[in-house]
């Protein structure tokens, strides 16, 4: 068996795509990426094929395929490569940068019209025949120049979109990081085959091969990556984890911690209560103070294990302004301060959501703004159904507001900018995960002294995702009135 570079080049393509897959396996990023990845490593596997293994049987008399037959695998390779990579990419690049979430219909639309791009080419274009048609037709090269770039620059367009988009500074140096891995491969690759070919600059036709080295330092550039922050979901030194979040070292932590802090609460509370009962009529100021523990940590046990445990929906027509209007009477009940909640939910505005999670991300919201207040001011609560995308429901505090550092870990575990003992970090992180069961987003916008609002995006026409049926898209429809 021969041995070369195209073989090499091959398997090194092959390395890299997979362990970026099995970086994060459920992630739409990440399995789109690698079938991009497997698709753009025919180019090589193909050269291999016909200008090393052929060459190597027809020297040792095996016989496996006639000239004919390697040359029209060679041909089927090539248009499954020149026809499918950029594609693959492509849709790779609105995951990277939420378009699905983003335009549902938009995403739905451009994927159907990948496929007919891709069938006019196989009508107009032989798949059998491309060798033939690599050798001695420049209308072919132009054709497919034209597809392939077009691909490249609207894939560019995403990607670079999407780090500037984000405003969470961890996840866009994450988000920067891998457009710069992936774009100079990209780029490379489409300039080496389409532009030099089709400009027929034959002296430079084999500098393709120099993406081996590219690669190369890009592979070593993604393993520094793993072993120092993590990048796409692989973090080499600790475990495997979701880009943004690691979820379920969350959970493993927290079932820890629980099971040890529920054995010596119960502890606590069996000795405060034989104390208590000890002391007859006048009970001791000292287990007053030993019972108030206990149920703090029993509090935050219930909450550790809410905030942190996987989040399973139940979709129900959800009245926002009611459920707005019970968590602010919450609030306001504990918070102790002179603060007005101002609803602006219509009456007739409803939702399609799971009432109990989103109750618990508004109860959060509203508790966090009730923070941010020193004694007295406002909190603002709208419900934006204009929007033709989403519907948007924001809360609006007239509080201290935030700095750049804070708003770069807000919705990270166990992050919290607040002093005292019931602020353990996992509230905002709840909050972005049921979001993202809901399709949706959170983001926040906040400057010092300005105050802060957050904003949650629910993508409309969200009740065939949920699977809630014809009753409840007429119930949705009445309560909106007819709105869209």
């Given amino acids: 068996m021969p041995v070369g570079v195209n073989l090499l080049f091959t398997v090194l393509l092959w390395t890299f795509f997979t362990v970026i897959l099995f970086s994060n396996r459920k992630d739409k990023v990440n399995q789109w990426c690698f079938a991009g990845g497997m698709i753009f490593s025919l180019g090589v596997l193909k050269e291999y094929f016909f200008f090393d293994l052929i060459p190597f049987l027809e020297k040792n008399n095996v016989v496996l395929f006639s000239m004919q037959q390697a040359e029209a695998i060679y041909s089927v390779m090539t248009a499954a490569l020149y026809l499918l990579a950029m594609p693959a990419a492509l849709i790779f690049s609105f995951y990277f940068s939420d378009f699905h979430f983003i335009s549902q219909k938009g995403f739905m639309l451009t994927k159907w019209g990948i ?7 196989v009508l107009a274009f032989d798949p059998v025949k491309y060798r033939q048609y690599q050798l001695g037709s420049l209308f072919f090269w132009a054709a497919i120049s034209v597809y392939n770039l077009t691909y490249g620059v609207w894939l560019t367009m995403n990607m670079v979109r999407a780090v500037l988009r984000e405003k969470n500074l961890t996840w866009r140096k994450q988000k920067r990081r891998v457009a710069g891995i992936f774009l100079p491969l990209l780029w490379y690759w489409l300039i080496t085959i389409f532009i030099i070919h089709t400009l027929n600059i034959r002296f430079l036709f084999q500098v393709w091969r120099n993406n081996v080295v590219l ?12 072993f120092r ?3 796409m979901g692989l973090k080499l030194e600790a475990a495997h984890y979701r880009w943004s979040t690691d979820v379920k ?3 493993q932590g927290a079932q820890f911690v629980n099971h040890f802090l529920k054995n010596e609460v119960t502890k606590m509370e069996w000795c405060a209560k034989n104390l208590a009962e000890r002391s007859g009529t006048e009970v001791p100021e000292e287990i007053g103070i030993l019972s108030r523990s206990v149920d703090r940590l029993k509090y935050l046990i219930q909450k550790t294990q809410l905030y942190s445990k996987d989040i399973q929906l139940s979709y129900s027509v959800c ?7 019970s968590c602010a009477e919450s609030v306001l009940r504990q918070s102790g301060k002179n603060i007005t909640f101002e609803n602006h939910c219509g009456e007739k505005d409803c939702i399609l959501c799971d009432p ?11 508790s966090n703004a009730a923070d941010a207040i020193a004694e007295s001011g406002t909190v603002s609560i709208n419900f934006d159904t204009e929007n033709k995308r989403e519907y948007i429901l924001s809360v609006r505090d007239s509080g201290a507001g935030m700095g750049k550092e804070p708003l770069a870990h807000l919705f990270e575990p166990y992050y919290s900018s607040k002093m005292g003992d019931e602020h353990f970090g996992l509230g905002l992180f709840y909050c972005y995960r049921v979001m993202q069961k809901h399709n949706g987003k959170i983001d926040v916008k906040s400057e010092p002294g300005a105050g802060t609002v957050f904003y949650l995006h629910f993508p409309k026409r969200a009740e065939s995702k949920a699977g809630i049926g014809v009753w409840g898209r007429v119930w949705l429809y009445s309560c909106f009135g007819g709105r869209k």
């Avoid at 496929?115 to 080419?121: D, G, S």
């Avoid at 109990?356 to 509203?366: A, K, M, R």
Wanted: net charge negative; no cysteine; hydrophobic share 65%.
């Fill in 229 to 231: 922050e993590g990048i």
């Fill in 115 to 121: 496929v007919a791009a891709i069938l006019v080419f």
């Fill in 215 to 226: 690669l190369s330092i890009l592979l070593g550039y993604y393993v520094i990556m793993a």
């Fill in 249 to 251: 070292a969350v959970q």
């Fill in 319 to 325: 009245p926002i302004r009611n459920l707005v209007e």
């Fill in 356 to 366: 109990f999670h989103l109750s618990e991300v508004v109860n959060n919201l509203l």
